[in-house]
């Protein structure tokens, strides 16, 4: 089985986005994502919003059984999305959100977090839609809940190990959230990795830093005594290459 998806990132309109960030911030990333989202929130490159570099389109229709499905489900996409689209396998198990903060050069993993899918009918495949994650109230939001993992020490382990492989490959800084999938054996596969995830007072990784006692008033201050103290190293070290 496998899922098509929107992709936008590969457009032209897409690329001419970044480079219009780019010129204004002259950065790299993880601040060139920042920059990214403060122009879309602010509306500014030809009006395009949040939406519009959102991604669209993942619904339980998204999960083909063969190649023909796919095939339709990818052309339904370049048809009412007008971008491009990709097809990947689809990993039929437990999904679980790694939240990761890095405090006195120490990366720490907050508890972890697990779609449960418990309340989905045996027709529905156990993936996140667009309208589970974002349309609060629809049937899918309803169904879609995130509770404490529900995992053994080894697989914690595992989980934990993967995630921060995927934080340091990327070279994400300060915080992020890695979503993983489990395979039927146990093996986890990185399905998303988040360099920038929402720190509302109410969201899923303020959430999972009070699991692990911090306040939200600590976890906003720890990840900004982080990203100063990165930026110190980093200017530092460019001055002694200097």
């Known amino acids: 089985m496998g899922s098509a998806?929107?992709?936008?990132?590969?457009?032209?309109?897409?690329?001419?986005?970044?480079?219009?960030c780019y010129r204004r911030r002259r950065a790299g990333w993880p601040?060139?994502?920042?920059?990214?989202c403060a122009v879309a929130g602010k509306g500014l490159f030809r009006g395009w919003s949040h939406e519009e570099l959102?991604?669209?389109g993942i619904t339980f229709a998204s999960v083909a059984a063969d190649k023909a499905a796919v095939l339709a489900c990818a052309r339904d996409i370049v048809h009412r999305y007008r971008?491009?689209?990709f097809a990947e396998a689809f990993i039929d198990g437990r999904e679980v959100n790694v939240g990761l903060l890095e405090t006195n050069d120490h990366l720490a993993v907050l508890?972890?977090?697990?779609?449960?899918?418990?309340?989905?009918t045996s027709d529905m495949p156990r993936i996140v839609t667009y309208d589970g994650k974002?349309?609060?109230?629809?049937?899918?939001?309803?169904?879609?809940?995130v509770v404490p993992a529900r995992v053994s020490d080894g697989e914690r382990e595992h989980i934990e190990?993967?995630?921060?492989?995927?934080?340091?490959?990327?070279?994400?800084r300060g915080y992020g959230r890695v979503d993983i999938r489990l395979a039927a054996d146990g093996t986890p596969f990185v399905i998303d990795v988040n360099p920038n995830p929402d720190i509302?007072?109410?969201?899923?990784?303020?959430r999972a830093a009070a699991r692990a006692g911090r306040t939200y008033a600590d976890l906003v201050t720890t990840i900004v005594e982080s990203v100063i103290s990165g930026h110190t190293k980093r200017s530092s070290s460019q001055g002694v290459r200097g």
Do not use: C, K
């Not at 974002?134 to 809940?145: F, H, K, M, P, V």
């Not at 190990?161 to 994400?172: C, D, E, K, S, Y």
């Not at 509302?200 to 303020?206: H, L």
């Open 200 to 206: 509302s007072a109410d969201a899923g990784f303020a």
């Open 134 to 145: 974002w349309i609060e109230g629809s049937r899918d939001w309803n169904l879609t809940r």
């Open 54 to 56: 959102a991604s669209h």
């Open 111 to 120: 508890p972890l977090a697990e779609i449960d899918f418990d309340a989905f």
């Open 83 to 85: 971008q491009p689209a």
């Open 161 to 172: 190990q993967t995630a921060r492989a995927a934080f340091a490959v990327l070279g994400l």
């Open 31 to 36: 601040e060139l994502y920042d920059e990214m």
């Open 5 to 20: 998806t929107p992709r936008r990132e590969v457009t032209p309109d897409g690329i001419e986005f970044i480079r219009f």
